[in-house]
């Protein structure tokens, strides 16, 4: 009887095993979905999904084919990696014959686990090769036929044809030296916004590649192509900075068509096409669009419209050389606001509020008769009287002008090569009745993948976060830009550096920020020193702030530690290097003390500051923290990379530059030269200081709080590692404190104030309704935001472990605390979702963890011992797949596998 029981027990354990469905999903080439256009050897990544706990890949197979029905077998399979015995499911490389430019392939994976099983072949995915070299490029450059008028008009471009065969498919590369829209028979190509973005022009330029196919028409088909100035050669930067580029605009168009019996035609952009102007009469990043829509020439991009007076183009002599493909996501249109309430302000101005700080545009629809002017001006706040505010604008006009075309019908309007940064918008010449249906407010930002989310039980924190995002969204436009709103919009890489590792939890940033350290690169100064702001448009000495240009070591080492990529690494390593060069270059004695630097900018200050208040720490003892930082994490990548000079050389110069920062920063007794919360923290944080004088540190760091009634005082570049510092030693609940804190200066504060965004300022509104001074004063400024990381983190408690990168391994840590009931995030990684779930009961507390498949997970479970925790209603010791670890700084360790896992701590 016995027997047959465990004959019964084992058949049952294998029938669950096989009926337990191993899957692969979401294929990603370069980390996007069916990409065209790649001119790099790509690589693959894969998801896996099984209802078994602790599924772990054990190898994988990956074919490639050129054509998408003949995967399985035939002549079009071009490569097959065979069984390759390996965990890795992120960036595993293409391995076979060369590439073709222009080429699409086909691919799909499957994979074996730790129990047995083998997958299905993965959906079939695909990708387009780019065009790999120069001579690739059949099309010439061109620009428009005539002299630029006062407003400079922006350009139109067409030509036509006729396809020869049948058309089995057809591809447009596209770019410009300024933005282009184009259009395929009045059909626009693509739905990105703002191409080809925003780069290093001089040595950087994207194109874009699209599939046309389904937009061609047997006989005539028509192209046309829109310019316009954008960051090319319109304003940019400070006041009087035009044509930084260039003064001329100019496109280049090919179109690759494969006819069905495989033969090869192609439409480029040369003599032959006609140009003129239409109804974009001028068109600015910052001052807004002028649209005069009697200046249409209906059908322009159409077959079948006269162009007999349209002028030549004119060849241009551009190079190709500096061409590339695009691999970060494109601007793209996100969601649409109607009106909150439209409403006359004290001062008669008819305004419309949206309820939300965003970035984009306004779309209006409008009747009257030929000639009628309307105008929209946006803001981001009213003032204390409640009249439209945009003081903070500075110079920038932020406005759009649209005269009606008059036909007797509705019109209607948005622009198509600026962006504003606003609530509120100002509509001026309305006729009649402004009605809610007829304006929407646009997002506009780039397409990134979401990633995470957070919520709690403090609806002021929830809103902080919402905040958090929507200065993402709305900053993440195309570049990482400041703010979105005045005569700025610039990269400013301090920004950037404070904010990534937050930003990775909120979207996938990866392509996003690979592109613009590619930029960084390119901008970045032979000695080494790295701009203020990238793209770099300033020149001269706007250079090498500390802080600020360490975005060249510390954002690559975060993508790679957040997403797994050791090729962007490589990328980066010679101008991380050359960075840490330039500031030894500049030290004296292993001090860097020289050059400006903007130190802890926007720090908490007091006007007429007789006691010593205001948080002011020295900037030469900040640059060398973030010397020593840099040089740290240049050591680290060393490791990785296996540069094993690098790591003994750079080592012995660590130590001497941490040395020097003791000798001349630190008295004996452990106090710093600058005794504010900044001057802790980045101590603390980069471990400056010997073990010995560090609790000492924390205290006076804590007592500095306190003397502040528990206000923080940091600028941006101690508000970051602030609340981390505090958890890691042992002052987790003042961490929380600060994260409460409802007055000014405090994260809460603005979002009693009605914000919807983070603030470039503490007290960008005073609680007096004053506005700090106008001169730098944004309302959508993320840098503040970088709190949401230690939310993440501490909070709902997802963490990456420090024994692997991108999320292998995951430390699951919540830390209860600041009178919050419950908390919750997910955070979807390159492996799949990662999920933690606390609640607070009156006798007990509950985690809810979700660990994705082929990976593994320490989950600390706040908890007095283990016979009061239970797993699915169970003890843990008969829990599956759970290995115990003990109990650790008030909860139990405990080890797991992929799964699902509902804990219950009993008090």
């Not at 979807?828 to 997970?857: C, F, H, Q």
């Amino acid at each position: 009887m016995k027997k047959h029981c465990s004959l019964l027990a084992a058949l049952l354990l294998w029938g669950a095993v096989s009926f337990a469905q191993l899957s692969v999903f979401a294929p990603r080439t370069e980390n996007l979905n069916n990409p065209l256009g790649i001119d790099v050897q790509p690589r693959f990544s894969w998801q896996m999904a099984s209802p078994l706990r602790d599924t772990r890949q054990t190898a994988y197979e990956i074919r490639v084919a050129t054509q998408q029905p003949s995967l399985k077998k035939g002549n079009t399979l071009l490569w097959s990696s065979g069984k390759v015995s390996s965990d890795a499911s992120l960036w595993a490389p293409y391995g076979g014959p060369a590439l073709q430019s222009g080429k699409k392939y086909w691919w799909q994976v499957r994979v074996w686990d730790n129990h047995g099983q083998v997958s299905a072949w993965s959906a079939p995915a695909f990708w387009q090769m780019g065009l790999l070299q120069p001579s690739d490029w059949k099309a010439q450059w061109i620009e428009q036929g005539f002299p630029d008028d006062s407003m400079q008009a922006c350009p139109m471009f067409r030509t036509r044809f006729v396809p020869k065969k049948k058309i089995a498919s057809a591809t447009a590369y596209i770019t410009a030296r300024g933005l282009y829209e184009a259009q395929l028979n009045g059909l626009r190509i693509g739905d990105a916004y703002l191409t080809p973005g925003w780069t290093a022009y001089q040595k950087r330029i994207q194109y874009q590649v699209y599939d046309v196919t389904g937009l061609l028409q047997k006989g005539e088909n028509t192209i046309g192509v829109t310019l316009a100035n954008g960051w090319y050669r319109g304003a940019i930067g400070w006041v009087g900075n035009r044509n930084f580029y260039g003064k001329k605009l100019a496109l280049l168009f090919q179109l690759d068509i494969e006819y069905a019996d495989g033969t090869h035609d192609y439409v480029l952009s040369d003599g032959s096409w006609k140009s003129s102007t239409g109804p974009i009469r001028s068109s600015e990043i910052y001052h807004g669009e002028y649209y005069d829509a009697r200046r249409e020439q209906a059908g322009w991009a159409s077959p079948g419209f006269n162009d007999a007076g349209w002028s030549a183009v004119a060849l241009a002599s551009y190079p190709f050389d500096n061409l590339i493909a695009t691999y970060n996501e494109p601007v793209r249109a996100h969601e649409f606001f109607q009106p909150v309430r439209i409403f006359r302000t004290p001062k008669g101005e008819l305004v419309v509020d949206f309820g939300q700080n965003l970035v984009g545009w306004v779309r209006l629809r409008a009747q009257g008769p030929a000639g009628h002017t309307i105008t929209l001006k946006f803001a981001e706040v009213l003032d204390k009287q409640g009249n439209f505010y945009t003081a903070n604008l500075r110079h920038a006009r932020v406005t759009d002008t649209w005269v009606l075309r008059g036909n007797g019908g509705r019109e209607e309007f948005a622009p198509q090569f600026t962006f504003h940064g606003f609530r509120y918008a100002k509509i001026e010449g309305y006729p009649g009745e402004l009605l809610p249906e007829n304006i929407t407010a646009v997002a506009l930002y780039s397409d990134l993948r979401p990633s995470g989310e957070f919520s709690c039980s403090d609806p002021l924190i929830n809103q902080l976060q919402h905040n958090i995002q929507w200065g993402q969204k709305g900053n993440f436009l195309d570049v990482p830009t400041d703010c979105p709103q005045r005569d700025e919009r610039l990269g400013w890489t301090g920004d950037a550096q404070a904010f990534s590792r937050t930003a990775a939890y909120n979207m996938d940033v990866h392509n996003f920020f690979a592109k613009w350290l590619k930029d960084l690169s390119a901008d970045q100064l032979p000695n080494g020193a790295v701009p203020w702001v990238i793209p770099s448009v300033f020149g001269g000495n706007s250079n090498a702030s500390a802080g600020w240009a360490d975005a060249a070591t510390i954002i690559p080492w975060n993508m790679y530690l957040l997403y797994g990529d050791r090729r962007l690494l490589e990328d980066q390593y010679p101008s991380m290097k050359a960075w840490v060069e330039y500031m030894r270059a500049q030290s004296k004695n292993d001090l860097w003390n020289t050059g400006f630097h903007f130190g802890d900018w926007l720090f908490y200050s007091i006007n007429d500051d007789r006691d010593g208040r205001s948080a002011i720490t020295d900037k030469y003892l900040i640059a060398q923290c973030f010397y020593i930082h840099s040089t740290q994490i240049l050591i680290n990548a060393a490791q990785v990379l296996g540069k094993t000079d690098d790591v003994v050389a750079y080592s012995a110069l660590l130590e001497k530059i941490k040395q020097a920062y003791r000798n001349e920063y630190v008295t004996p007794n452990g106090r710093l030269a600058s005794p504010t919360q900044t001057a802790y923290v980045l101590a603390l944080q980069f471990d400056l200081l010997p073990e010995a004088q560090r609790e000492q540190a924390v205290q006076f760091l804590t007592n500095n709080i306190q003397s502040y009634k528990n206000h923080l005082t940091t600028g941006f570049l101690g508000t970051p590692y602030l609340c981390h510092v505090l958890t890691r030693f042992g002052q987790n609940e003042l961490a929380y404190t600060l994260l409460n804190q409802k007055t000014y200066p405090s994260w809460l504060y603005p979002v009693t104030m009605g914000a919807t965004t983070i603030w470039e300022r503490w007290d960008g509104i005073k609680p007096d309704s004053s506005f700090q001074e106008a001169s730098m004063n944004s309302f959508n400024h993320y840098a503040y935001g970088a709190i949401g990381d230690w939310m993440y983190r501490n909070v709902a408690g997802i963490h990456p472990a420090d024994d692997a990168v991108a999320y292998k391994s995951i430390l699951i840590r919540p830390r209860p605390g600041g009178g919050l009931s419950h908390a919750s995030a997910s955070l979807m990684t390159g492996y799949g979702t990662v999920r933690s779930a606390w609640r607070k009961e009156e006798t007990s507390l509950s985690l809810e963890v979700d660990i994705p498949a082929n990976t593994s997970a320490t989950i600390c479970i706040p908890a007095t011992n283990l016979e009061n925790v239970l797993e699915n209603d169970r003890p843990l010791t008969q829990s599956p797949g759970i290995q115990v670890q003990g109990m650790q700084e008030g909860c139990l360790v405990v080890r797991v596998g992929s799964g699902n896992y509902r804990f219950v701590s009993r008090s």
